[in-house]
């Protein structure tokens, strides 16, 4: 008897961590839609690394990269990173999706092999940190392209709204407010 609660009680864990890990695909929802410039959510996210690289694709909007005073050589700087940061983030995230196939999978078997789920737990948690540590690459590549007055100018503008991707309201980003409300 005792066993069978323990196993009970073991899944219920498992899951639990499961839903905690599918929590990040769920705030990026609001990602999926948006992009380009002046729309979307954030600095990051969007599947195949289409907003992943927020700052660095500045480059795309003329009218913001006149406005910023970028020069040729920190245009073509920045289009070349932002391809290499967003090559780099395809791979994460295709990874990242093969691993939540098979966490999916292991939780669909009719006996679920409580060492493979956690073994799989660990390996996602290892590349989300692996994306995080993609995304402050990417701030460190605009820190070192951009001067400190484009990059004072480039925040201004953005806080401002204008030409840069607005923040999220689904996540609780701007306006001081969590959940999805109207900003």
Sequence with gaps: ??????????????????????IPMTANAC?????????????KGGKNGKHFSGFLSIWKNSQLTQELGLSDDQIDN???ADFAAREKYQTLRAD?????????????SDKVDEAAVRELSQKIAALKGKMIEQRVETRL?????LTPEQRDKAKSLRSAGRGMNKPCMMNGQGNGRNGMKKG
């Design 1 to 22: 008897m005792k066993t069978r609660f323990n196993k009970k009680i073991a899944t219920a864990v498992l899951a639990g961590m499961l839903t905690i890990s599918l």
């Design 31 to 43: 990602r999926k839609g948006g992009g380009g410039q002046g729309g979307g959510c954030g600095m």
């Design 78 to 80: 920045l289009k070349n």
């Design 96 to 108: 990242m999706d093969s691993l939540h196939l098979k966490m999916e999978q292991a939780f669909a």
């Design 141 to 145: 590549i605009v820190q070192q392209l």
